[in-house]
């Protein structure tokens, strides 16, 4: 079996592209749209696209009718590309923006991987552990635009390490901070944050700070400014200065990292959550050489050889500047832990063959008895799952997790390759029930499409929309038409009492809290969403 894995490893390691595109082909083709969209960013991204294709808000992105600065267009001018080059339409096409992303993203920590000097075998397994990541291969099938966010920055830090390798540094610069740039007009400024972070603290640790003050990397910021500038310029244009200055700068970037309006969570939330994200590889934890960072001779070292610093170093201070910038945010986020994902899995990848034979058994014991527990609780507790629809495919999901354990455990002494392999084909066998079955039997649960589409026609049969006190835009993809949003009581009487057919979605909490709530009020649907339940109100 070691054989025949070594020939597999062989083949994979000199076709590494083949390989990646490959496999994320067999991850996601299946599931090109074979479920509605779900709430809550899904179906307002995809009200978000709808309003740029049909209503031209090319520069400034609308929601629901009003205009949306939480997130810059150039994720959603992707998808309009993907949408006039490609047959898919609306909501193919947000399938495939997702699949595409994730393998735009997995290219990416190839290139920064072999960037830093890795060999193609370390590039190999660092690729083969982000394949076989629950958390990271899920998102491939989820309509966002995160993934390509983090690939644009992993690339920014591939052409600035190059950079800061050469005394000449050349146009890598000049690439690595347009990177950035458009990382920023994909998802916010931390795109050009992360990297300068990063360059930051290396070249400090390494005592060449002179290196950031360049003219090359004078002319690369230049530029990247000037990209930045020129999207301000059309949000000026387009919505005025004092939008720029007090929704998307005020509101939407500054109150967010300093005191956030949602999403707030404590200082100690990416200990917590990053160490799940990354099931199962976070448990190669229990048997990395951990034990030198307890030794003082460890740490004198490190500084003594500062000034000689590499690959690894870069990857360290990659990982634990976003880490701690994160971290010190008001708002957090699951989906931020992103930009970590590539450095973690590359350091892993270096000290993967790096074990010996007996932790490297134990490590694959841990990974073997993962799969295994997490197939019998999905056996054991299914039923007590918090879903109010029946679950399709949930055992068959079950069986192949315990059986990918089985497997990955008969494999464990014929070492990490084995087990790469192994692990990577058994995630994507079980993605299969997972996206064929499961999801899609979770729409109900999960979706607004189904009162969104009883909205609609009661808009279609002459109903006023309201909504009151919902998550913006939720409906409005489904509906097919904006609804007026309100979140005060006075309005909310005034628009029932001031409009003869009304269609209300408000939330149940909400409708009992209601005092003196009209008598000609009548309740056509109720469903729970995502753990919150929903009613359709109609006055005739």
Known sequence: MKAIASRIWGFLEDHPWLTMI???????????????????????YANAYQNLVEKG???????????YPDKPPVYFWFLWLLDTVTPADMPTVFSLGAALSGLFFLMASYILARTLKFNRSVSLTGILVLLSTFFLVGLFHYSRMDLMF???????????????????????????????????????????????????????????????????????IVSMLGLLVAWIAGVILTEGPSFLLNTVL????????????????????????????????????????????????????????????????FLWIMFGATFIFLSCLSGKVLIYILPMFTPLALLMADGMPRLDEKHTNRFWTLVAGFWCVMGAGLVLAGDLLPFQVPVRGMGIAAVTLMAGGAAI??????????????STLAVTLWLYPVGALVAPSLDNAMSPQHQGSR????????????AFKIY?????????HDIIETGDWDNLDSLMTNNDK???????????????????????????????????????
């Not at 808000?57 to 205009?67: F, R």
């Not at 050469?166 to 916010?188: F, H, I, N, S």
């Not at 835009?473 to 097919?480: K, L, Q």
Request: hydrophobic share 50%; net charge positive.
């Open 502 to 540: 009304v269609v209300l979605s408000i939330r149940e909490k909400h409708w009992k809290q209601w005092k003196d709530r009209p008598a000609d009020l009548r309740v056509v649907d109720r469903q729970d969403i995502a753990g919150m339940v929903y009613l359709v109100v109609i006055k005739n």
């Open 150 to 220: 983090t690939a644009l920055i992993v690339l920014s830090h591939a052409c600035l390490f190059r950079a800061l390798q050469q005394e000449d540094q050349g146009r890598w610069p000049l690439y690595g901070w347009l990177l950035a740039g458009v990382a920023t007009l994909v998802k916010g400024p931390l795109g050009f944050i992360f990297p300068l972070l990063t360059c930051l603290l290396y070249l400090l640790w390494k005592e060449e700070i002179r290196r950031l003050f360049t003219r090359q990397m004078a002319w690369g």
């Open 250 to 313: 005020g509101k939407h970037v500054l109150q967010r990292a300093t005191h956030t309006f949602h999403h707030r969570e404590p200082i100690s939330y990416y200990f917590i959550a990053l160490p799940l994200a990354c099931l199962p590889w976070t448990l190669f934890a229990f048997v990395a050489p951990v034990k030198k960072l307890f030794l003082p001779q460890h740490w004198r070292t490190l500084w003594t050889n500062r000034k000689e610093a590499g690959p690894l170093s």
């Open 455 to 466: 909205i609609g026609e009661l808009i279609t049969a002459g109903y006023t929309p309201v």
């Open 472 to 480: 913006s835009g939720i409906f409005t993809y489904y509906a097919g």
């Open 409 to 422: 455990m008969a494999l464990r002494k014929t070492g990490f390759k084995a087990g790469l392999i192994c």
């Open 57 to 67: 808000n090319w520069m400034v992105l609308a929601l629901n009718g009003q205009p």
């Open 22 to 44: 490959v496999a994320v082909f067999a991850q996601t083709w299946f599931t090109m749209c074979n479920r509605a969209l779900w709430f809550s960013d899904e179906v307002r």
